[in-house]
């Protein structure tokens, strides 16, 4: 994202970073707000759209926040009388503009398109406008607006919220043209305010403001005061569209042929609410695939806004494939365990129907389990298609960058991706676990976020969502910069995380800092694969780094004592590290009193150290960690949710992937 600012004294145009203000070379600026000066009113047209007056109401609210004072907003023709003596063809005094009315009519926005914005300050008024939709645009060059007067919304909670106080505030003169945004789907909270903790209202509301605010287009319900939203469909499918129920008696050939016989249900696995036949489809048949295109067509054909869904043709949760002869002869002989060459000849089929059907509906195909890796016999995918690309497991090393040279699980990532963006597809989307769902402890993602929502540009990808399970506490700084990243990927990193641990840290923004920065450091600097979830990330704490963070916490704790705003927001801070303490005890007493177990999953191949005593810390560790209350949203975690599996997995059984040998190896330093 980049904006041109055009100054008022000259034709020089300028490509700044978005998150610089302008600069104005003639030293104009627009006095705002003055001790001694009347208030500017906020005009909004006599028609405003429902986004444009949540702009005038966003922006009135912070005003007043900032200055303490009542700012008021008036439709301009049909408003107050003092304001618009007859014949007066503008307004007396400093004044602000938002949206589209006979005030803002001499701007040409025939060009904008639904997340651009144009902001204009003279040292008379300040405009702020959207596209011709009249959609979220406004709001968005609202929020530019509070921003650059130093307005952050670091938590969805009012607490989290950082605006100045301030008696005076002024605005460099110039035109400020926003550019349509690098990512045209950006997600950082798409589970909500919390996954696994069910939320207040309040807190969801709170959650889709903040989200709004960092403008994030996906994780809110659509209202028509947010200005619309993107809807990507990425659901497993195959199993909603083609029922067992409906369908299975008539024509059981649709259905898998698992172990010799067509199946409803999978009988070797448990019936899973994400996935209830336990099983995929026989994608080879023709009637099948027509049955499943109509009923996308069925899906696409009256909706309106083709531009922001797409509908999902994903198969189900990761389980098995048909078995039958046709579907087996859609597959790479070469790489028969690989299911892509099937999945995107099938949709393919699908993808041709229905742009017949309804042009412009786009599809969104998972690459995901079996058939992550792009095919190698289907050269060309329906340009219909938008890939979201799961990148989990052995997809994704946290601790190194995405175009590290050296041997690391990235190459292939960075292949693949290369590879899905020359099959044709109108767009890739990414979808991310940089979010602790088998981690609750600190998980210093920032810089690595940075890298990949940067680098991805170069691979045609044009979305992003992160599968968020959100520990607000521990994991609050990573939530913030992903969706700051996301809208602007070319934030100015190092400034923005100043501001952060000087703003929401007040007193201890120092020792946060060093704390903040050594974790970052320590994921850098970190041997062993650390990926999808944070699986890896208890090997970073060691007794010594345990130490050294702890001086940091401590002082910082001393540093806050008498205030109660930033005690509260170290208080989830604090609790993140005391998780990561009571693992590093835990991993010391696995090196101490622990037995050599061979790995059931890996015999001869995997070795941990099992320990009664740990077993019974880490129960102790749950309990610990379920003792804290929703209110301050510090853990997203309930009684035996899964992510609580791969962290036993993880801690107790050394099973995170890429960590086979002999634990007692990876203890050393325990
Ligand atoms: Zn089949």
């Keep these: 994202m980049h904006r041109i600012w055009i100054p008022l004294v000259s034709i020089l145009v300028m490509r700044a970073a978005f998150s610089s203000g302008p600069v104005c070379e003639a030293d104009e600026k627009l006095a705002l707000v003055r001790p001694d000066q009347r208030l500017p009113v906020i005009f909004l047209g006599d028609k405003e759209s429902p986004a444009e007056k949540f702009a005038a109401q966003e922006l009135k609210a912070h005003l007043q926040k900032m200055t303490g004072r009542d700012f008021k907003i008036i439709r301009w023709g049909g408003g107050e009388p003092s304001r618009m003596p007859a014949g007066t063809t503008k307004p007396q005094g400093v004044y602000i503009a938002i949206g589209h009315s006979e005030l803002t009519a001499s701007i040409d926005i025939s060009g904008l398109g639904k997340e651009q914005y144009l902001i204009d300050v003279t040292p008379q008024r300040l405009i702020i406008v959207g596209g011709p939709d009249r959609l979220r645009g406004v709001l968005y060059g609202v929020y530019d607006v509070l921003e650059q007067l130093g307005v952050r919304w670091y938590r969805p909670e009012p607490w989290g919220e950082h605006v100045p106080r301030e008696d005076s505030l002024t605005l460099p003169s110039g035109r400020t043209l926003a550019e349509p945004p690098d990512y045209e789907y950006r997600s950082t909270l798409g589970g909500g305010f919390q996954r696994y903790r069910q939320p207040t209202v309040e807190q969801s509301d709170q959650a889709s403001l903040w989200s709004v605010r960092n403008r994030l287009n996906f994780d809110f319900e659509d209202e028509p005061r947010f200005?619309?939203?993107?809807?990507?469909?990425?659901?497993?499918?195959?199993?909603?569209?083609?029922?067992?129920?409906?369908?299975?008696?008539?024509?059981?050939?649709?259905?898998?042929?698992?172990?010799?016989?067509?199946?409803?249900?999978?009988?070797?696995?448990?019936?899973?609410?994400?996935?209830?036949?336990?099983?995929?489809?026989?994608?080879?048949?023709?009637?099948?695939?027509?049955?499943?295109?109509?009923?996308?067509?069925?899906?696409a054909k009256h909706r309106v806004n083709l531009d922001s869904v797409t509908f999902s043709i994903s198969p189900n949760d990761a389980c098995p494939f048909c078995e039958c002869a046709e579907c087996r002869s859609m597959d790479d002989p070469a790489d028969p365990e690989s299911m892509s060459n099937r999945v995107c000849a099938f949709s393919n089929i699908v993808a041709r129907q229905v742009a017949r059907a309804v042009p412009g509906a786009r599809l969104s195909l998972q690459a995901y389990s079996a058939w992550t890796k792009p095919p190698t016999i289907v050269d060309r995918i329906e340009p219909n298609i938008v890939i979201h690309l799961c990148l989990i497991n052995q997809w994704a090393d946290y601790t190194r960058k995405l175009n590290d040279a050296a041997p690391n699980w990235n190459l292939e990532t960075r292949n693949a991706i290369a590879r899905w963006k020359q099959l044709g597809v109108s767009a890739v989307y990414t979808y991310e676990y940089w979010s602790g769902y088998a981690w609750q402890g600190p998980l210093p993602l920032v810089r690595t976020m940075a890298d990949r929502i940067r680098h991805y540009r170069e691979f045609n990808i044009r979305g992003i969502y992160n599968e968020s399970h959100p520990h607000w506490g521990p994991q609050g700084l990573d939530l913030y910069m992903c969706a700051k990243l996301l809208w602007n990927p070319d934030l100015n990193l190092d400034r923005e995380l100043d501001r952060y641990y000087r703003n929401y840290y007040g007193p201890a923004s120092a020792p946060m800092k060093s704390y903040h920065e050594a974790l970052m450091g320590a994921l850098d600097e970190h041997p062993h694969p650390v990926h999808s979830g944070g699986r890896g990330m208890h090997l970073i704490f060691t007794p010594q780094r345990v130490a050294s963070l702890n001086r940091h916490i401590a002082l910082a704790t001393e540093l806050v004592e008498d205030q109660p705003l930033y005690k509260r927001r170290l208080h989830g801070v604090i609790a993140g590290y005391r998780f990561a303490?009571?693992?590093?005890?835990?991993?010391?007493?696995?090196?101490?009193?622990?037995?050599?177990?061979?790995?059931?999953?890996?015999?001869?191949?995997?070795?941990?150290?099992?320990?009664?005593?740990a077993e019974r810390e880490y129960t102790k560790l749950l309990q610990w960690v379920r003792s804290f209350s929703t209110g301050d949203a510090v853990f997203d975690i309930v009684p035996d949710p899964p992510h609580l599996w791969y962290l036993k997995e993880d801690i107790l059984e050394n099973a995170p992937l890429g960590f086979l040998g002999r634990e007692s190896n990876l203890l050393k330093e325990f």
């Design 581 to 613: 303490e009571r693992v590093c005890e835990i991993l010391k007493l696995k090196k101490r009193t622990g037995k050599e177990v061979e790995m059931p999953d890996w015999p001869g191949r995997g070795y941990y150290l099992h320990s009664d005593q």
């Design 227 to 299: 200005g619309g939203r993107m809807a990507p469909g990425f659901d497993h499918i195959y199993y909603q569209l083609i029922t067992v129920e409906e369908y299975f008696d008539q024509h059981p050939e649709y259905f898998c042929l698992y172990k010799g016989k067509r199946r409803r249900v999978n009988p070797d696995d448990a019936v899973r609410p994400s996935n209830p036949t336990g099983l995929q489809l026989c994608l080879s048949n023709p009637g099948l695939q027509e049955l499943f295109a109509e009923k996308i067509i069925a899906r």
